[in-house]
C-alpha cells in the first residue's frame, strides 16, 4: 500500500463525522439512481415488449409522410386535415419484406376512427382494418375471445372491443351478442361521413392492454378502407330493418324507374323528346362501356354494383405493413436495409421504429425517464456541492499537516493523490453500501409489486402492476456517476491545498 493512500486512510478514520456525512449523501444518491433506473428500464421493457409482441411489430413501413402516423392514425395538430398515407406498390413491398431472411411475421393493417351504434346507444373505436390470417400469425396471443369468435379469412364483420361493448351495455338496457348488426360511423378528410352497417362476430379484449388501445376493435378490411376514404372492394346488399322497409315500401322500384307513362318523373319527361332526335347523345356518347369505366371497372369484368371495383385493383389500400423481426435481428440495421432496398426501386415509402408506431402514450410514458434523468442531474449538482464543502472544511483543518509535508519535501502531485485517494475510497465505501440498500429496495418492490394509480401509469408501466427488476447496467452507470462526483468535488478543496505555501502552513 502507499504511502498517499495510507495517510488518506487514516485521515478517514480521524475525521469520521465529516466521512459519514460525504457517505450518506453518497449512498442515498447511488440508492435513487439505482432504484430509479431500474424501474425506468422495467416500464421502458414493459412497453417496448407489450407494443412489438401485441401491436406494432419492430418495424412499421408506411406511406411516406410529414407529420406523426401511428397505428392510432394521423397525431399532431393537423391530423383532421391531412390524409393518412397508404404503403405505395404494396404488393412488390409485401412481396420482398414477406421473404426477408430477418423477418419472422408481417401484418398488412388499416385504420380508421367510428362511432358504433347499437339500437339506441352509441360508442366510439379505433377500427383495425386487418386481414385475420396475417394478424392472428403475427399477434397469436394478442386477444381473448369473451363472446362469439374471430374474423375469418375474406369475412366481413366487427370484433368488438369488451370496454366499446360496456359503453353500449352501460344502462343495462341492451346486451350485444354476436350475430347483431351494429352501424359504424366514420368522418374523414378524404371521405367525409361514410356510414357502414356490419355484423358483430364476437367481443374480445387485449390480453397486454392499456388505456392507449382500449377501444380498439378488428374489422374487416373492405368496411375499414370505406370508413377511411379509401375505395371499396365490393358492395353488399343492405339489410333493412322492420321501419326502414316499411318506409321505403311506399314506392315501388317500377314507379321510380319505370315506364315514363308510369313513373314519378313522367310529367317532367311528357313533352321532352328524349328518344326522337337527341336520342344521339345518350346512344353514341354514353354506351356501356363508357358508363361501366365511369365506375372504374376493368373491361373485361362485370360490374357487381355501382361504385364498386375489382378487389384486384384495390389490393394496395392498405396504411401500414407492420414487421416483427426473428430474435436477435437489429431492428435498426434491418430498417436501414429495407429503406435502402424502398429507395432502389423508386418506391415513396418510409420505416418506422415500434415507438413512432406506438404514439404520443407510449413516448410521453419512455420520455418520463428522460426527466428522471434530468431531476438526477440536479439532485447530483446539489450533492457535489454539499461534498465539496465538506472536503473543503476538511483540507483546510489539515493546513498545517499538508504544509508540514510540502515543507518536508512532498511534491504537489503527492498531496493531491491524498485528497483524491480519500474522496474515492470513501464515495466507493458507501456507493457499495448504497448499491446493497438500492437492491434490497428493488427486491422489496419485485416482491409486492407497484399498482398503477391511474391510467397514465398503467401504459408508464407497460401494465397494471410494475415488478421492477435491478438492471446492471443502472448499476454500474451509478456507480461510476458516483465515482466521478467524488473527483469532482475533490478538485476545488485540492486546488486550496496547493496553494497554500508551506512556511504559512506551518506558521498556522
Given amino acids: 500500500m502507499s504511502v498517499a493512500l495510507k495517510i488518506a486512510f487514516r485521515n478517514i478514520l480521524r475525521h469520521k463525522t465529516k466521512t459519514l456525512i460525504v457517505g450518506v449523501l453518497i449512498a442515498v444518491g447511488i440508492m435513487v439512481l439505482i432504484v430509479g433506473n431500474s424501474l425506468m428500464d422495467t416500464a421502458e421493457r414493459g412497453i417496448a415488449q407489450t407494443y412489438v409482441e401485441s401491436y ?11 407529420g406523426n402516423v ?9 391530423a383532421m386535415d391531412a390524409v393518412m398515407p397508404v404503403v405505395p406498390s404494396f404488393a412488390q413491398v409485401f412481396e420482398y419484406v414477406a421473404n426477408h431472411p430477418r423477418v419472422a411475421a408481417v401484418n398488412p393493417q388499416a385504420t380508421a376512427g367510428a362511432l358504433v351504434d347499437y339500437e339506441h346507444r352509441r360508442g366510439l373505436t379505433q377500427a383495425f382494418g386487418i386481414d385475420p390470417e396475417y394478424y392472428q400469425d403475427m399477434f397469436p396471443d394478442n386477444i381473448e375471445i369473451l363472446r362469439g369468435r374471430m374474423l375469418l379469412p375474406g369475412e366481413e364483420g366487427i370484433v368488438l372491443n369488451e370496454q366499446v361493448v360496456r359503453r353500449l351495455e352501460r344502462t343495462g338496457e341492451v346486451r350485444v351478442q354476436p350475430g347483431d348488426r351494429v352501424i359504424l360511423t366514420g368522418i374523414s378528410t378524404a371521405g367525409g361521413v361514410r356510414v357502414r352497417e356490419v355484423p358483430v362476430r364476437g367481443v374480445f379484449r387485449f390480453r397486454h392492454g392499456n388505456p392507449a388501445v382500449n377501444f380498439v376493435s378488428l374489422v ?17 346488399e343492405a339489410e333493412l330493418t322492420e321501419l326502414e322497409a316499411r318506409l321505403l315500401g311506399g314506392v315501388d322500384e317500377d ?8 313513373s314519378l318523373f313522367s310529367d317532367l319527361f311528357a313533352d321532352a323528346d328524349v328518344f326522337g332526335e337527341g336520342a344521339w347523345l345518350f346512344a353514341d356518347v354514353l354506351d356501356e362501356d363508357a358508363l361501366l369505366a365511369g365506375f372504374g371497372a376493368p373491361e373485361d369484368e362485370p360490374v357487381e354494383g355501382i361504385g364498386a371495383v375489382s378487389a384486384a385493383a384495390q389490393s394496395d389500400a392498405w396504411h401500414f405493413l407492420l414487421v416483427k423481426l426473428v430474435d436477435g435481428a437489429d431492428p435498426k440495421a434491418v430498417a436501414a436495409e429495407l429503406e435502402q432496398w424502398l429507395a432502389a426501386h423508386g418506391i415513396d415509402a418510409m420505416v418506422s421504429d415500434w415507438l413512432s408506431g406506438a404514439g404520443a402514450v407510449a413516448s410521453l410514458a419512455t420520455g418520463t425517464k428522460l426527466v428522471f434523468n434530468i431531476v438526477v442531474v440536479v439532485i447530483a449538482v446539489v450533492a457535489v456541492i454539499i461534498i465539496m464543502n465538506t ?5 483546510t483543518e489539515r493546513t498545517t499537516e499538508i504544509g508540514t509535508m510540502r515543507a518536508l519535501g512532498a511534491q504537489k502531485s503527492f498531496v493531491r493523490r491524498i485528497i483524491v485517494w480519500e474522496t474515492v475510497m470513501t464515495a466507493g465505501l458507501f456507493g457499495l453500501v ?5 437492491l434490497l429496495v428493488l427486491l422489496i ?6 399498482e398503477a394509480p391511474n391510467a397514465f401509469f ?3 408501466f407497460g401494465g397494471k402492476v410494475l415488478r421492477p427488476v435491478p438492471s446492471l447496467r443502472s448499476i454500474v452507470s451509478s456507480l461510476v456517476i458516483v465515482l466521478a462526483i467524488g473527483v469532482a468535488s475533490s478538485l476545488y478543496p485540492v486546488s486550496i491545498a496547493l496553494r497554500t505555501e508551506p512556511v504559512q502552513a506551518m506558521q498556522e
Fill in 391 to 395: 472536503l473543503v472544511i476538511s483540507v
Fill in 458 to 460: 398503467e401504459v408508464l
Fill in 255 to 262: 314507379e321510380l324507374f319505370g315506364g315514363l307513362e308510369d
Fill in 434 to 438: 448504497g448499491v446493497a440498500a438500492g
Fill in 56 to 66: 406494432t411489430g419492430h418495424l412499421l413501413i408506411t406511406g411516406r409522410h410529414h
Fill in 70 to 78: 401511428t397505428i392510432m392514425g394521423l397525431e399532431g395538430p393537423d
Fill in 220 to 236: 374487416d378490411i373492405t368496411n375499414v378502407r370505406a370508413l377511411a376514404g379509401m375505395k371499396l372492394l365490393q358492395v353488399t
Fill in 445 to 450: 418492490l419485485n416482491w409486492s409489486g407497484i
